[in-house]
């Protein structure tokens, strides 16, 4: 189901783009948050946002005041949201960065930026500064404590990394729903990293997953409600295949956490492949975000299969846990890694699983097949984005949000933000050893017909 698209004309960026999604999901309100209009070396033309109020099936879509100098604001351009929702003080916000000023092209100043909805995600302020430099930021995220319990809920949390700085990661905290940050705050040691994703357990304590610059995943964490931020764990080293096809992809994690505090965390990885021809996707779990299970793989298909496997997107059902937590996951792969750019055929695919991971569901086709030549292009790679994103609502559905494109229309992409609907709560899983079943599942009629595919149940 097409959830937004690009409404802008500006000849500087490509149009129609839409790239990076993020979601966030509260009760039956979902809203995804998307790149609009991709300059080819960085950034957009502005965000869009899209809401839905009923659990996915229907949708109110628009783009962000007060960012870019095609929404009314300062900046040349605004690249990478996220979304978080502050249930204490009934506020959304969208977490962005952005890069020059005027019409300028990519590069300093810039500045981590916060909108913010009092509405249900359906109007938005102009954003609010969380930290401004001369030098260049990137990579931001954006995480709130929604559990009630919690001696910080309401905390909200910033991540960001100064690239000026050799990648130093820096935090930032809001206790008053977004409207004023605290001081950027650098965990024990100014560890250097990027991509990562803060989390809030029951307890309060805050972990925060994140790439050390594509070798490894490490995390950090705080136990006072962001007053402080503690050193790096290592969770694992990172052995990434390169993605074939001129794609951009990295091995960025996704993170999130259950009912009883337990971490979930993904990235793509070929350490179970021979030779490291593919990438799976790998997750890793903690409880204290101190101590991190080894990697397992997430069985999508044979270790002998052609499939590769890249971006996740993870999303735990936040009332389950332990050995009964619901899990969804999102992805891009290829059928056939061994291709080229005229050949590779780029697919979203979802899974599941109801007990905590230790088995999951037969994978689905989420998307029809996509060629590279339709997707944004960048310096870096042709652009789905760097990440994804599925989230819970409060029936037990998982929404996984992703791009999707058709064929250009002359120099005229067709890009943009799409989800599906997937039925966890009824789904079945097949016993380890058994023969395989097919899970429940739903999947938004509109999407079929957008997409003309049927979804795949082998």
């Not at 070798?215 to 764990?233: E, H, K, L, P, Y």
């Not at 793989?297 to 590769?308: E, G, K, L, Q």
């Not at 997707?375 to 559905?397: C, E, L, P």
Request: charged share 15%.
């Amino acid at each position: 189901m097409p959830i937004s698209s690009d409404p802008y004309t500006n000849a500087s960026s490509q149009h129609k783009t839409q790239v990076e999604p993020d979601s966030f999901a509260f009760g039956s309100t979902i809203v995804s948050v998307i790149q609009t209009g991709r300059f080819f070396d960085g950034g957009a033309s502005n965000i869009a946002w899209s809401t839905s109020h009923d659990a996915g099936h229907s949708w109110t879509t628009g783009t962000l005041p007060g960012t870019t100098v095609y929404a009314g604001g300062p900046w040349a351009r605004v690249s990478d949201p996220a979304v978080a929702y502050d249930p204490l003080h009934n506020v959304w916000m969208v977490s962005s960065l952005a890069f020059g000023l005027g019409f300028s092209p990519l590069g300093s100043p810039s500045a981590v930026l916060t909108s913010r909805s009092t509405d249900g995600g359906l109007t938005w302020q102009d954003p609010v500064t969380v930290s401004f430099t001369t030098s260049f930021y990137d990579k931001n995220w954006i995480a709130c404590d929604t559990w009630a319990a919690s001696p910080h809920y309401g905390n909200c949390y910033t991540e960001w990394d100064d690239n000026g700085a050799g990648n130093r990661l820096e935090m930032s905290t809001s206790t008053d729903g977004g409207l004023t940050w605290g001081p950027a705050l650098s965990p024990t040691g100014f560890p250097s990293g990027l991509g990562g994703q803060p989390v809030a357990q029951p307890n309060g304590t805050v972990v925060v997953p994140y790439s050390v610059n594509d070798a490894a995943i490490g995390s950090f964490r705080s136990t006072d409600g962001g007053a402080s931020w503690g050193g790096v764990t290592t969770v694992a080293g990172v052995t990434d295949h390169f993605v074939a096809g001129g794609l951009r992809t990295s091995p960025l994690p996704s993170a999130e956490v259950d009912a009883a505090g337990k971490v979930y965390v993904v990235w793509q990885d070929c350490r179970f492949r021979t030779s490291c021809l593919s990438n799976d996707i790998v997750m890793s779990t903690s409880t204290d975000g101190l101590t991190w299970s080894a990697p397992s793989r997430i069985p999508i298909d044979a270790t002998t299969s052609t499939v590769d496997h890249f971006i996740p997107g993870i999303a735990v059902d936040p009332a389950t846990s332990a050995s009964s937590a619901h899990l969804a996951l999102g992805y891009y792969y290829y059928p056939e890694r061994s291709c080229n750019a005229s050949t590779c055929q780029l697919t979203v695919g979802f899974v599941f699983s109801r007990d905590g991971g230790a088995t999951w569901s037969a994978p689905q086709q989420v998307s029809q097949h996509m060629m590279i030549s339709w997707i944004a292009s960048t310096s870096q790679g042709r652009m789905v984005g760097d990440y994804m994103s599925t989230s819970f609502t409060s029936d037990g559905k998982a929404h996984p949000v992703f791009a999707i494109a058709k064929a250009p229309q002359g120099s005229v992409y067709n890009e943009q933000a799409a989800t599906a609907t997937f039925d966890v709560m009824n789904g079945r899983l097949r016993p380890a050893g058994a023969a395989r079943e097919k899970p429940v599942f739903k999947l938004r009629q509109g999407l079929r017909a957008h997409l003309g595919v049927n979804p795949r149940r082998d």
